[in-house]
């Protein structure tokens, strides 16, 4: 599986910002699907995750309620809606797919077997 995440950008604070992340091959919809975001100087940290069949979504807590994970199986791809957007949020974020779903490595970078090269958000205050 190869993914191709897109819609990074500058947005001012309080901004909105939809990212996308392309995957190709047709077994897509075999994949649990991540997101993570790294800021400068500071380690990878989980977003959010969705279900192979988008039945379920997983986010880290500081995020619930201003960040939206969704995924069309038949476009082969994940977004990640954004709002609210603070200059913390700042960081590349990554588009990562797990063959596996367990709730509980979920947020885990481990669980992720193919990951996506990042687009850049930035967010000015």
């Known amino acids: 599986v190869q993914l191709q995440a897109s819609g990074g950008g500058l947005v001012q604070a309080g901004g909105s910002l939809r990212l996308s992340c392309a995957a190709s091959?047709?077994?897509?919809?075999?994949?649990?699907m991540g997101w993570f975001r790294q800021a400068p100087g500071k380690e990878r940290e989980f977003v959010a995750a969705i279900k192979w069949d988008g039945a379920g979504t997983y986010y880290a807590d500081s995020l619930k309620g201003r960040f939206t994970i969704s995924r069309d199986n038949p476009k082969n791809t994940v977004y990640l809606q954004m709002n609210s957007l603070k200059p913390e949020d700042t960081a590349v974020y990554h588009c990562a797919a797990s063959s596996r779903f367990i709730i509980s490595t979920i947020r885990l970078e481990g669980t992720y077997d193919y990951w996506g090269q990042g687009t850049q958000v930035t967010v000015s205050s």
């Open positions: 091959g047709r077994t897509f919809g075999r994949y649990a």
